[in-house]
């Protein structure tokens, strides 16, 4: 009997101590498992206990990581800008720059020209975007259309901006009719400029661009013919290379228009941008003063276009 109770009080001493080893196993292994993913990073240079050829093989193995991991960020730059791009290319392709090349390749026009351009004004907003534009002491275009702001022409006028003409309906369907039937709309809205500001204006902008293909649908060719015909009449027609973005929807957040705004192309130093003064797009407004702080923080000179300005011209698709 007494020896039994001895083996049992035996083998509890035992179950204790197995139960202690089995605990620092645990721990131990809890441990490994811990430090094994704290340095799953990939800065393995300094570890002493790698001897020169697992080093190699390791830095190695991590160079090559890194270099995935650029390739996969240079990739969705490369597709971030490719997508852009694209949408950029589909609409307004620019084939002609006011940056022409040099023998050795480099841009020519080595100081930074901005060109604000507003379309599709006069607007309830026009005096609140000339208030801002003289705040900031900058000069800017307007390609204007016929609203019921038509007033407002001469206030654009006599605050020393440009005023040039966009079309008089601003109707796809009835401007890229015919040839002829463009022309006319032209000349209504050169009329009206004329008689609300004495300019008589030879600066143009197709509306949709030089590159648009809405033109299509209405008259095969037409833009083919009238961005040379119109060259030929003495016009001079602009399209840009910067888009606010505004165009895309009706109060476009003013964050986005600030950052598209900052997508200028690498290959010219003059960039003519693109925003809207028109109805439901008051976001435009609240964006500029912080869009026009940006650029002359980047270093560009406000300008206003005139018949000397070298054109920025999209492909023309249609
Ligand atoms: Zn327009």
Request: glycine letters at 4%; hydrophobic letters at 30%; charged letters at 25%.
């Amino acid at each position: 009997m007494e020896q039994k109770i001895k083996t049992v009080n035996l083998s509890k001493d035992n179950s204790k101590k197995i139960i202690i080893l089995l605990s620092i196993v645990i721990v131990i292994l809890l441990s490994s498992v811990a430090f094994v993913l704290i340095n799953k990073k990939p800065v393995q240079k300094t570890n002493a206990t790698l001897t020169q050829t697992q080093s190699s093989t390791r830095t190695e193995k991590y160079s090559k990581a890194d270099k995935i991991t650029a390739a996969a960020t240079t990739m969705a730059t490369t597709l971030n800008i490719q997508q852009i791009s694209q949408q950029e290319a589909m609409r307004h392709q620019v084939t002609t720059t006011t940056a022409p090349k040099t023998d050795d390749g480099t841009v020519k026009d080595k100081e930074k020209t901005i060109y604000l351009t507003f379309d599709d004004g006069p607007s309830s907003y026009t005096p609140e975007i000339l208030d801002i534009l003289d705040k900031y002491n900058v000069k800017a275009t307007f390609f204007v259309i016929n609203t019921n702001y038509n007033k407002y022409m001469k206030n654009i006028v006599d605050r020393g901006h440009t005023i040039a003409l966009h079309s008089y309906t601003h109707d796809y369907k009835k401007i890229y009719a015919s040839e002829d039937a463009y022309y006319k709309d032209l000349q209504l809205i050169s009329d009206t400029v004329y008689k609300e500001t004495g300019v008589r204006t030879k600066i143009i902008r197709f509306p949709g661009g030089g590159s648009n293909t809405i033109s299509r649908n209405h008259c095969k060719g037409i833009m083919s013919k009238i961005t040379k015909g119109v060259e030929e009449k003495g016009y001079h027609y602009f399209d840009w290379n910067v888009s606010s973005g505004d165009a895309d929807g009706n109060n476009v957040p003013v964050q986005k228009l600030i950052d598209q705004c900052k997508k200028v192309p690498k290959y010219s130093n003059t960039i003519v941008v693109l925003m809207h003064d028109t109805k439901a797009k008051h976001t435009t407004v609240d964006a500029l003063p912080t869009i026009i702080e940006n650029y002359k923080a980047m270093g560009y000179k406000f300008s206003a276009i005139t018949d000397k300005t070298p054109p920025v011209h999209h492909k023309v698709n249609n």
